[in-house]
T-cell receptor, first 113, second 112 residues
Framework: KNQVEQSPQSLIILEGKNCTLQCNYTVSPFSNLRWYKQDTGRGPVSLTIMTFSENTKSNGRYTATLDADTKQSSLHITASQLSDSASYICVVSRNTGGFKTIFGAGTRLFVKA | DVKVTQSSRYLVKRTGEKVFLECVQDMDHENMFWYRQDPGLGLRLIYFSYDVKMKEKGDIPEGYSVSREKKERFSLILESASTNQTSMYLC???????????FGQGTRLTVV
């Protein structure tokens, strides 16, 4: 079954600290993996996208890694800011020639002052 | 900047009403999508469209229909709203293929 599982479900960290969010998937055949950030009451916004051959991609303080062999991805946030408080969603697309995209349930991150 | 605009941020409707959710994008994208988002379940695809007047069922199309008469506009229709359709509805658009999807701000629909 094609699934995307994220952990932890929620996370509370102090401002300035680093954190890492995990995404494990069983989607096959794999096409690409994306991380989205969703602020409360808003639509998701893309942070990174990685294909099979890419194992790391950065966007400012956000760094995503991908291990296609173990089917795991992580999103590392460096020097967290209050504005990083949001849900982070891992999305995996299948390479079937059609639109087969599976969303994870997301990790809710709270950054405290 | 790509802009995907949904007609309402919040909507309250009665059971049995016909509900229209409108979505407009300004980037000439071929693909448009409707998702619903529920706590703990992530986003689930309801319908998508890859061209004008073309539509395809997603994972949970039951109780919904869609309309795409113009390239920039994609409408989601709840034929007879039910309480289990209370949810956050998100519209998205993208160019062809597996390109980045841009999302609207969402419509929080409550059916009472």
């Amino acid at each position: 079954k094609n699934q995307v599982e994220q952990s932890p479900q929620s996370l509370i960290i102090l401002e300035g600290k680093n954190c890492t969010l995990q995404c494990n998937y069983t989607v096959s055949p794999f096409s690409n993996l994306r991380w989205y950030k969703q602020d409360t009451g808003r639509g998701p916004v893309s942070l990174t996208i990685m294909t099979f051959s890419e194992n790391t991609k950065s966007n400012g303080r956000y760094t995503a890694t991908l291990d296609a062999d173990t089917k795991q991805s992580s999103l590392h946030i460096t020097a967290s800011q209050l504005s990083d408080s949001a849900s982070y969603i891992c999305v995996v697309s299948r390479n079937t020639g059609g639109f087969k995209t599976i969303f994870g349930a997301g990790t809710r991150l709270f950054v405290k002052a | 900047d790509v802009k995907v605009t949904q007609s309402s941020r919040y909507l309250v409707k009665r059971t049995g009403e016909k509900v229209f959710l409108e979505c407009v994008q300004d980037m000439d994208h071929e693909n448009m999508f409707w998702y619903r988002q529920d706590p703990g379940l992530g986003l689930r695809l309801i319908y998508f469209s890859y061209d004008v007047k073309m539509k395809e069922k997603g994972d949970i199309p039951e109780g919904y229909s869609v309309s795409r008469e113009k390239k920039e506009r994609f409408s989601l229709i709840l034929e007879s709203a039910s309480t289990n359709q209370t949810s956050m509805y998100l519209c998205a658009s993208s160019r062809g293929g597996y390109t980045e999807a841009f999302f609207g701000q969402g419509t929080r629909l409550t059916v009472v």
